[in-house]
């Protein structure tokens, strides 16, 4: 396709809003497209690839630019640290970084243990607090990790708070609010720079209506 642009994004929750916020924007995508199960898909006629991806790899597919643009949060981002411009806030899969544990305990004196998902932004924040911790990296169920006793505390992304309630954890400290980006290859930036900026601007018409309505 002449003028391709392929853009990385992830299923779930921030794929399902951005395709809705694409086609608020103006852009026909297909009926199903929220639908498949293919990883790479194409939508010919707004000249678009879209890669599926995991999460935190959508900056790394940008950064090596096999994608033009990706779609993801400032958790992964703040994480991943990849050198990649971020071009829009979307507002969009809104939640937050926080500190969690169990209710009414201290944390270690000692090397307090702290487990999570993020261990860059995990460090880097204790740091800042002045606090020396050892880092724990789990990929999945955090919550879990003060229950059994490997963490004091654990950081990770909270929405409504719901799983933090249901595993009888509480929060501590809420370190960032987290919302979706539109990020772009540096290189795709200059030589794609029309048909990216035009997609910028449907973009960003369509949340400033948003803004107005409410």
Not at 21 to 42: T, V
Not at 113 to 131: D, L
Not at 141 to 148: Q, R, V
Request: glycine residues 6%.
């Amino acid at each position: 396709m002449k003028d391709l642009i392929t853009i990385a994004m992830p299923k779930g929750r921030i794929f399902e809003e951005a395709a809705d916020l694409l086609r608020q924007a103006g852009y026909e995508l297909p009926p199903e497209f929220e639908d498949s199960r293919k990883l790479i898909i194409d939508v010919e006629e707004e000249r678009f690839r879209f890669i599926l991806a995991k999460p935190m790899d959508v900056p790394t597919y940008v950064e090596h630019g096999v994608a033009d643009l990706g779609i993801a949060g400032k958790d992964v981002m703040l994480e991943e640290e990849r050198d990649v411009y971020e071009l829009l806030d979307l507002q969009i899969s809104k939640c937050y970084l926080a500190v969690a544990g169990l209710p009414g305990t201290r944390m270690n004196d000692v090397a307090p243990k702290i487990a999570t998902k993020y261990p860059n932004v995990a460090a880097r924040y204790f740091r800042e607090q002045g606090e020396q911790v050892e880092i724990i990296k789990l990929n999945g169920s955090i919550e879990l990790a003060p229950l059994i006793g490997l963490s004091d505390r654990i950081v990770d992304i909270v929405s409504t708070g719901r799983t933090l309630v249901e595993n009888g954890l509480v929060e501590y400290e809420r370190i960032v609010d987290i919302t979706s980006r539109l990020i772009v290859n540096p290189v795709s930036y200059r030589m794609k720079d029309e048909r990216i900026n035009e997609l910028v601007e449907r973009l960003t018409s369509v949340m400033q209506e948003g803004v107005k309505l409410r």
